[in-house]
């Protein structure tokens, strides 16, 4: 079997390859649902190379098809790439030795597919080279944004994009990521790695029902992060 590398640019570029399909799909169909709420094709791309952020993207989308003001658009937006910032904090301690605007380039461009896959490459090899994660972010970056304009340029011809599945190609992605991510732990950590589960899931059900989804995520991360470093040195 052909030894796995975290090194060079392009093996980034091919530790992206796994979730390009999911970028594609979700990617168009984004496309799709920004040319139906009247965004030209060149809004559809700068929106993808600004905001980056799929699930930002539909929000925008589904906002602007309402009519809401600025304002709302901007305030919900922030509270849902929240997350990013937990993200960046918690595989920042393996970039210590890169410069800043080395992190600043690793952080931007991190999204949670890119996340997913980097995370899973720390928990193999313990440390990854600065050019290997820009090779993971920026191929997924640009696949977006391919895949994007592309939904856009035929988003006439395909109105309904949950006919050929691009609805679920993005919860087939993350499927597919949480797979590999728990393969590792569980061999190691069952325990641990059950609480930390268990913690996420119950918090994020009982918040969903008295708080918004965007906040409920992001206290059921932190619970989540908490029960994961008390927990650390038990199991």
Same mark, same amino acid.
């Given at each position: ?57 539909f929000i ?5 098809? &309402?009519? /809401?003001?600025? *304002?709302? !658009?901007? $305030? +919900? %937006?922030?509270?849902?790439? #929240?997350?990013? =910032? ?43 080279s600065v ?6 972010? &920026?191929? /997924?970056?640009? *696949?977006? !944004?391919? $895949? +994007? %304009?592309?939904?856009?340029? #035929?988003?006439? =011809? ?34 641990q790695t ?31 992060? #908490? ?9």
């Amino acid at each position: 079997m052909e030894e796995v590398k975290y090194e060079t640019f392009v093996d980034g570029m091919k530790a992206c390859v796994p979730t390009i399909l999911g970028y594609l799909g979700i990617g168009f169909a984004l496309g799709v649902v920004g040319k139906g709420v009247g965004l030209s094709v060149f809004a559809i791309f700068l929106m993808s190379v600004i905001v980056y952020a799929g699930s930002a993207q539909f929000i925008i989308c589904g906002l602007i098809a &309402i009519q /809401a003001p600025i *304002t709302s !658009i901007i $305030a +919900t %937006v922030f509270l849902v790439n #929240l997350r990013h =910032f937990l993200m960046s904090l918690s595989v920042a301690p393996y970039f210590r030795q890169a410069s800043l605007l080395e992190n600043v380039g690793i952080g931007t461009l991190l999204i949670d597919e890119s996340y997913g896959v980097l995370t899973m490459a720390l928990k193999r090899m313990g440390k990854v080279s600065v050019a290997w994660t820009n090779g993971l972010n &920026i191929c /997924a970056y640009l *696949t977006w !944004i391919v $895949a +994007t %304009v592309l939904g856009g340029l #035929l988003g006439n =011809f395909i109105p309904e994009p949950e006919i050929f599945g691009l609805d679920f190609a993005l919860v087939a992605m993350f499927l597919g990521l949480f797979l590999f991510q728990v393969e590792l732990p569980l061999k190691t950590k069952t325990r641990q790695t059950l609480l930390v589960l268990l913690s996420v899931i119950l918090v994020l059900y009982l918040l969903i029902w008295l708080t918004t989804p965007e906040i409920a995520v992001i206290v059921s991360a932190l619970v989540g992060c #908490l029960v994961g470093v008390i927990t650390h040195d038990k199991y």
